[in-house]
């Protein structure tokens, strides 16, 4: 039998991500930008106590296609400590990495320009075989298929968006193939690729990824040609092939975005690779919680010792906090926002404080930014200003409902 391999997948970092913060004097910091850096930072000591043999990151590694320089300093930063303790670091690039035009160049393409030893950079299909310390590994890589790019023929001219994912999907399907047809079989393979797989569920009021994403059938990449398929582009951790082989895995992200990934535990898989008897076990880390706090003050007498009821049932020190108020239209003026901020002190942030107010049967939401409304009260809103009819507009969110619960 053939020495087990560690292998160290996370994905999805985003750094740059400052919802939820403010600035840190101490480091200059946005506190959010430095709660991402910590999760990295523990990721980066656990892989150096377990003495992992490969670490791959499956892509997006910031919020923007320009990081700023004090983000750039410290993700590489860290990726060095990784590569100068000799561990190889497949760096593949997401759509959050990707520049607006093919000719410029990747957030992560410094790596390659520069050679830095024991780090590769996998911005094109391929597939790499890289030395570790206990054996090689082969990765095969699918960065963010960008429609763009692999669509440029004239035969896609004048095909629908939807067409365009439905060809996107059958070149990605046909390379992930060619790929697993270049391999060794008697050496230990992993796909990675940053992209949307069937089935996957995102978890998040708000992805991401605004817009539109061609989507790769799980069938596709469950081949036991493979032994880990180690997935980014969804920031929920989950395993996509039921217990089959090989494991399909969603790392996850490091941290939470937004609300939509509340109860979500936050973290990266810690894989043992072998030949056709692979496992992996995933690996949480301290994210910062967010926490939804909500309270019924229709009927209680003095609302913001309701409140301060509701708020003492849930452990909100150091969490993102958001307090969601049902009330009556006469309790508004009983219930201050400094006061109620005041009950929230242990938070690290108070993310929102929502009133639905009850006027007659209608809720209305009031002083909400667009960022503090969930995707149901966005869409409310948009009806509205549309002039579309009360009835109509319930029975929208009805159907609506039902496709955010699918995700
Ligand atoms: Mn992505």
Request: hydrophobic share 45%.
């Amino acid at each position: 039998m053939t020495d087990r391999i560690r292998l160290l997948h996370f994905a999805d970092l985003h750094l740059g991500m400052e919802n939820y913060g403010r600035l840190d004097p101490a480091t200059g910091l946005n506190s959010r930008v430095r709660d991402f850096l910590e999760r990295f930072d523990e990721l980066v000591a656990f892989a150096l106590n377990q003495e992992v043999d490969l670490v791959i990151f499956a892509g997006d590694a910031y919020k923007r296609r320009s990081p700023n320089p004090t983000l750039q300093r410290a993700f590489a930063k860290r990726i060095k400590k990784l590569a100068d303790a000799d561990i190889p670091v497949l760096l593949l690039v997401g759509n959050h990495d990707l520049p607006t035009m093919v000719q410029r160049a990747s957030t992560l393409d410094i790596f390659s320009t520069l050679a830095v030893p024991n780090v590769i950079v996998a911005r094109k299909e391929g597939l790499h075989r890289i030395e570790t310390r206990h054996g090689v590994v082969q990765v095969a890589a699918i960065p963010y298929p960008v429609r763009q790019r692999l669509l440029s023929r004239d035969e896609y001219r004048g095909l629908s968006a939807a067409q365009l994912d439905r060809e996107v999907e059958k070149i990605v399907t046909a390379n992930i193939q060619a790929l697993a047809e270049q391999l060794d079989p008697d050496r230990p393979a992993v796909l990675t690729a940053h992209l949307s797989v069937s089935g996957a569920t995102f978890g998040s009021e708000r992805s991401v990824m605004l817009g539109r994403d061609a989507v790769i059938f799980t069938s596709a990449v469950a081949d036991p040609a493979w032994d880990y398929v180690a997935l980014g582009h969804i920031h929920k951790h989950q395993s996509l092939n039921r217990g089959d082989y090989p494991p399909v895995v969603y790392a996850g992200s490091l941290e939470r975005i937004d609300f939509g990934e509340e109860g979500q535990p936050k973290g990266f898989c810690l894989v043992e690779l072998a030949r056709g008897e692979t496992t992996y076990r995933f690996v949480e880390v301290n994210a910062r919680p967010f926490v939804t706090v909500r309270a019924d003050l229709r009927d209680a007498p003095d609302p913001l010792l309701a409140i301060r009821e509701a708020v003492a049932a849930y452990d909100i020190r150091g969490s993102v906090v958001r307090l969601v108020l049902q009330m009556r239209a006469e309790q508004e003026p009983l219930v201050r926002d400094r006061e109620v901020r005041r009950l929230l002190a242990a938070a690290h942030f108070v993310g929102a404080i929502v009133r639905e107010v009850e006027r007659g049967a209608r809720v209305r939401l009031t002083g909400l930014a667009p960022e503090e409304m969930s995707d149901r009260q966005l869409l409310e809103r948009y009806f509205e200003t549309r002039d579309v009819p009360p009835e109509r507009i319930r029975l929208l969110l009805e159907r609506a409902a039902r496709l955010f619960e699918e995700g």
